[in-house]
């Protein structure tokens, strides 16, 4: 997903940080422990979205036929 979305990388990441924190003050324990482990792992997570390729555009014209 953070792939697809990498302008909102950091944006993502502070989401997580902010829901662990909230999980926690609630006493969501399950749900404090997910979100902590996104925050722990960003970095992995980060370099996993990186060596995923990005969406290429087709090509609309092929030079190698000629045209009519």
């Known amino acids: 997903m953070l ?3 990498a302008s ?3 944006t993502s990441r502070q989401l ?3 829901l662990y ?3 926690e003050r ?3 324990a399950d749900d ?3 979100y902590n482990e996104v925050v722990t792992g960003w970095s992995s997570i980060e370099t ?3 060596k995923i390729p990005g969406p290429s555009q087709g090509i609309l014209f092929d030079s190698t036929k000629e045209t009519p």
Do not use: S
């Open 32 to 34: 404090a422990r997910a």
């Open 16 to 18: 997580a940080y902010r």
């Open 48 to 50: 996993a979205a990186a």
């Open 3 to 5: 792939a697809a979305v």
């Open 21 to 23: 924190t909230l999980c």
């Open 8 to 10: 909102k990388a950091e």
């Open 26 to 28: 609630k006493g969501w």
